[in-house]
């Protein structure tokens, strides 16, 4: 999907995203990716197999209910398998499917880069919040 820009050596997405059907499928996609609780589910889950509870501990703040609902959600897309196992009480196992570990890379190259540059975007933020307001119309008469 992405093209090597020789000038720069960058990776460059191709200009044909415009497309309805291309465009909707990297918006379903990032919805799903791009998703806060999804990357850290898939981040938890690299090390292996985690029940609900132990995911839920190492994720801190999330609720029982968004857990779940990620979950299903992951699950329904191929990046996670579900195994429920015939003991008193129930155990239930969540790891990563070969698709969801293909996101492992991804996703923590990502985290490499926002923790990177957050220090960057923050000052970046302060300066625009702290200018003028600049609009791309102007409001004097010709």
Not at 50 to 56: G, I, P, S, T, V
Request: glycine share 10%; aromatic share 4%; charged share 25%.
């Amino acid at each position: 999907m992405t093209g090597k820009n020789l000038q720069e050596g960058t990776s460059q997405i191709p200009g044909n995203l415009h497309v309805a059907d291309d465009c909707r499928a990297v918006s379903e996609v990032l919805a799903r990716v791009g998703d806060k609780w999804t990357v850290l589910v898939v981040s938890t889950l690299g090390d292996g197999a985690k029940r609900f509870n132990e995911l839920r501990r190492a994720l801190g703040s999330i609720s029982q209910r968004m857990l779940t609902l990620t979950l299903r959600g992951l699950e329904r897309d191929g990046l996670v398998t579900r195994t429920v196992y015939p003991t008193i009480p129930p155990r239930v196992d969540y790891e990563l499917t070969t698709l969801g570990r293909s996101l492992l890379e991804p996703v923590s190259e990502l985290g490499v880069w926002a923790r990177q540059n957050r220090p960057a975007i923050q000052d970046a933020r302060r300066r625009f919040d702290a200018a003028p307001p600049s609009g791309g119309t102007s409001l004097k008469s010709a």
